[in-house]
């Protein structure tokens, strides 16, 4: 079975600076993608971000890339240069083989606090 | 402007009564899922849908069904509605396996 865990429950910066939110998975499937989406106290669910498990490059878009360490079965998000509209909850999810690659497995979030 | 709407936005229910959601999409995709977003426990699938009439079970499905008659619209029931299936529930859609997904703007759900 997929698992995906993020341990940090909240986190705070400081605007301007650099935060990571740590994202570790478990699977045994050889081939698998891995993706960040931000939710704002809106609620809504938006996409920031994909890696999939042969890149052979770490993902960026933006101010978000991804600290893809397969080896250690880790997909760290790190945002450059904060903005206090970065506040929200961040998930980080998963889709492998085992699931037909057709469904997501998300982990708890974590909730990103950027003050002034 | 969305390619996917849930309705309705928000809903009051009282225990014991059926409830279905809706999740309609414009964007022709294949996939169609129903997931609920409780604190502590992120988002947990529910059902899916990877065609008209082909569904299946997620994590969370004991006490909800779904329906799929046109790939349009993703039906999801709580046949009789019970307080622990208070939440918000979001649907979303993939265009093909691989792909990720784009949700609805989710449906807050009230068991009284």
């Known amino acids: 079975a997929q698992k995906i865990t993020q341990t940090q429950p909240g986190m705070f910066v400081q605007e301007k600076e650099a935060v990571t939110l740590d994202c570790t998975y478990d699977t045994s499937d050889p081939s698998y993608g891995l993706f960040w989406y931000k939710q704002p106290s809106s609620g809504e669910m938006i996409f920031l971000i994909y890696?999939?498990?042969?890149?052979?490059q770490n993902a960026t878009e933006g101010r978000y890339s991804l600290n893809f360490q397969k080896a250690r079965k880790s997909a760290n998000l790190v945002i450059s240069a904060s903005q206090l509209g970065d506040s929200a909850m961040y998930f980080c999810a998963m889709r492998g083989q085992n699931s037909g690659y057709s469904t997501l497995t998300f982990g708890k979030g974590t909730m990103l606090l950027v003050s002034p | 402007d969305a390619g996917i709407t849930q309705s309705p936005r928000h809903k009051v229910t009282e225990t014991g009564t059926p409830v279905t959601l809706r999740c309609h999409q414009t964007?022709?995709?294949?996939?169609m899922y129903w997931y609920r977003q409780d604190p502590g426990h992120g988002l947990r699938l529910i059902h899916y849908?990877?065609?008209?009439?082909?569904?299946d079970k997620g994590e969370v499905s004991d006490g909800y069904s779904v329906s799929r008659s046109k790939t349009e619209d993703f039906l999801l029931t709580l046949e009789s509605a019970t307080s622990s299936q208070t939440s918000v529930y979001f649907c979303?859609?993939?265009?093909?396996?691989?792909?990720?997904?784009?949700f609805g703007s989710g449906t807050r759900l009230t068991v009284v």
């Open positions: 964007e022709n995709h294949r996939y």
């Open positions: 979303a859609i993939s265009e093909s396996q691989g792909y990720g997904y784009t």
């Open positions: 890696q999939g498990s042969y890149d052979q």
């Open positions: 849908s990877y065609g008209v009439k082909d569904t």
